[in-house]
């Protein structure tokens, strides 16, 4: 996925810093293929909130779990 992004922005050949790339990464996940949306929401929000860490990721995914259960039932 970061790789399809990362050949669009070289290619034409502006050389960029790692947080453009990151920030051009999470501003595109949600049109990625085969991206689910909720979670695609997940890391954006928490990217942009700057809490981008393992245990927020593990909770967050953990409550769209339970959220897609739920609406299973």
């Given at each position: ?68 259960d739920?609406?299973?039932?």
């Amino acid at each position: 996925m970061i790789g399809i992004i990362l050949t669009k922005k070289f290619m034409n050949n502006e050389i960029k810093s790692g947080s453009q790339i990151l920030d051009d990464f999470f501003n595109e996940i949600e049109q990625l293929p085969k991206i689910n949306s909720k979670v695609a929401k997940v890391f954006k929000s928490l990217y942009e909130k700057g809490k981008l860490t393992d245990t927020n990721v593990k909770n967050e995914l953990q409550t769209v779990r339970e959220s897609n259960d739920a609406d299973k039932n």
